[in-house]
């Protein structure tokens, strides 16, 4: 079965700080993909990133990083130097990579509360 | 601009009365879906399409219904809304039928039945 976890529900840091959000998934896919959402607390979804199984480069974007390790089946996100703008709930997603796949597998998501 | 659109944002009926959400793109996408989201559960799929004529239910499809005739449109209709349904609602469109790729969402429609 295929499940991701964000076992973070809330987080809060103080700006400036350093902040991880880890996503944690179960596949038995050997081609799949991993997506981050931020949703603000205006509501709208917004994608961040999306990242295949055969790249496990990170990826850094400004002062957002993610580090994906197959090893672990993780997929965690950091926030560096963290901002108030970045206070949102945060969603990881896995989907499958070939054939007639139609939705998201989706956590739960991590409420990040990042205050002045 | 490449957007999703819904309406209305926020509405508030009663139990019974029959509503339409409506949902539109113009990416030209071939995959739509609905999702709603409330607290403690995530997003969870309520139905999605393939293409025009092609729809599917997702996870919690009971109490809803979808049309597709025309790529662009795919809405959302509660045909006896019950308060279990007062819910955040989402729309979303992907290019492609497979899921790789990224999905752009509408606003949301907060929904609340009475």
């Known amino acids: 079965a295929q499940k991701v976890t964000q076992a973070q529900t809330e987080i809060s840091v103080v700006e400036k700080e350093d902040v991880t959000l880890d996503c944690v998934y179960e596949?038995?896919?050997?081609?799949?993909?991993l997506f981050w959402y931020k949703q603000p607390p205006s509501g709208e979804l917004v994608f961040l990133i999306r990242?295949?199984?055969?790249d496990e480069q990170n990826e850094i974007s400004g002062r957002y990083s993610w580090n994906f390790q197959k090893s672990t089946s993780s997929f965690n996100f950091t926030i560096t130097a963290s901002q108030v703008v970045d206070s949102a709930v945060y969603f990881c997603?896995?989907?499958?990579?070939?054939?007639?796949?139609?939705?998201?597998?989706w956590g739960l998501g991590t409420s990040l509360a990042v205050n002045p | 601009e490449a957007q999703v659109t819904q309406n209305p944002r926020y509405l508030i009926t009663v139990t019974g009365k029959k509503l339409t959400v409506t949902c539109s793109q113009n990416?030209?996408?071939?995959?739509m879906s609905w999702y709603r989201q409330d607290p403690g559960l995530g997003l969870r799929q309520i139905y999605y399409?393939?293409?025009?004529?092609?729809?599917d239910k997702g996870d919690v499809p009971e109490g809803y219904k979808v049309s597709r005739k025309e790529k662009r449109n795919f809405p959302l209709i509660l045909e006896s809304p019950s308060p279990n349904q007062t819910s955040l609602y989402f729309c979303?469109?992907?290019?492609?039928?497979?899921?790789?790729?990224?999905?752009?969402f509408g606003p949301g429609t907060r929904l609340t039945v009475l």
């Open positions: 990242r295949n199984s055969f």
């Open positions: 596949t038995r896919d050997t081609t799949y993909y």
């Open positions: 997603a896995l989907s499958r990579g070939a054939g007639n796949n139609r939705k998201l597998i």
């Open positions: 399409s393939m293409n025009v004529e092609v729809t």
């Open positions: 979303a469109s992907r290019a492609g039928q497979g899921a790789i790729n990224e999905q752009f």
């Open positions: 990416m030209n996408h071939e995959y």
